[in-house]
């Protein structure tokens, strides 16, 4: 403090400067050695999120679902990769597929629709304790009730599809109408191991015995191939030659169905109502050959499981994903096929 004070004080301000010029050259070094080193270090994006889509079979149904999951996915921001498409239905054919596919790659998520309640329970819970989530679409696993506490098919997030007992009785309602509630009627199914399959003929069953003056003249199974449809719906009219309504269950046994009716000659006469609004259904009921097409929302089903597998994986502690999601039904008939506002439901 005395030598400050011999210097003088201009001294003092001109030492307070000089030291702040000297601070300010070494902090602006300082930062620019920083970002140099910063720019040197690589930076890490968070990973993207990687989702197998699964489908069942070969069909329109599962192409349109294929279309909003990737509609879905490009929103959101995620990578989706589509498996081969089994070209006949079953686990005998889809299991092969999807193993083969996990075991190339890891997955964050897998969107499938199982072949079969019992025989994907176990190929699902392998590729889950490996940590892949799972949403089941279209069909499920088990009974569907992923809550129930005991069971060896409680993994999966969510089913996302279709209330298939509740779409089976609504056919029922429906035909009953067309066949002024009397006479027999006809169901072609497809799949007897199939969650969806075995709900709609429940639903359809049940339906059908509200109206006492109405008759279930048979079930038959065509393993989704549609020649097989066709030849079990003629001989089922060949037998009961007084049905006067069909179900048809599903893409194939509902295009076989109509197939049949129509080289009897008896379209008109035997009133259809189909399920899935392929272009070959809406086109048989434009022709007349059909009187209700169901479609059920194949492309929001698809979203729907994108957008919820998507939430829950960026947010596992506070996302509480639906143990069950349910599209609803859109019912063409003569008079709305042609409605602008239909033309989205119809299967691309």
């Not at 506070?318 to 239909?342: C, E, H, L, Y």
Request: hydrophobic share 45%; proline share 5%; aromatic share 8%.
């Amino acid at each position: 403090m005395v030598l400050a004070a011999l210097r003088g004080p201009a001294l003092v301000p001109d030492i307070i400067v000089q030291g702040s010029m000297y601070m300010k050259k070494t902090i602006v070094a300082f930062l620019v050695v920083l970002m140099i080193a910063a720019l040197a270090v690589p930076t890490f994006a968070q990973a993207q999120i990687k989702v197998l889509f699964m489908p069942g079979v070969a069909d329109p149904f599962y192409y349109t679902m294929e279309k909003g999951i990737k509609a879905e996915a490009a929103k959101v921001g995620v990578s989706v990769t589509v498996a081969e498409y089994p070209k006949a239905w079953g686990p005998e054919n889809q299991v092969p597929i999807l193993q083969a596919m996990v075991a190339k790659d890891k997955y964050d998520l897998l969107l499938i629709a199982p072949t079969s309640v019992d025989a994907l329970k176990a190929p699902l819970k392998a590729i889950y304790d490996q940590g892949t989530e799972i949403i089941t679409v279209d069909t499920y696993i088990g009974d569907s009730n992923y809550s129930k506490a005991g069971t060896d098919y409680g993994f999966p997030l969510s089913y996302i599809g279709s209330d298939n007992y509740l779409g089976g009785k609504q056919m029922a309602e429906q035909l009953a109408k067309l066949v002024g509630e009397k006479g027999k009627v006809y169901c072609e199914a497809t799949n007897p191991d199939t969650s969806s399959v075995v709900d709609r003929v429940k639903g359809f069953t049940a339906g059908v015995a509200e109206y006492p003056n109405m008759l279930l003249a048979g079930v038959e199974w065509c393993l989704d191939v549609q020649q097989k449809a066709q030849e079990q719906t003629l001989a089922a009219l060949q037998i009961n030659k007084d049905i006067v309504g069909i179900f048809g269950l599903n893409v194939f046994s509902a295009q076989g169905a109509t197939q049949a009716v129509v080289n009897a000659g008896l379209s008109g006469a035997v009133k259809m109502c189909l399920w899935d609004a392929t272009l070959s259904n809406i086109d048989n009921l434009k022709k007349g050959n059909a009187d209700l097409v169901l479609a059920q929302k194949p492309g929001e089903m698809g979203a729907l499981a994108i957008d919820w597998g998507v939430k829950y994986l960026k947010d596992k502690k506070n996302v509480k994903v639906p143990k069950k999601v349910i599209p609803g039904f859109a019912f063409f008939t003569r008079q709305n096929v042609n409605d602008p506002a239909m033309q989205p439901f119809i299967y691309q």
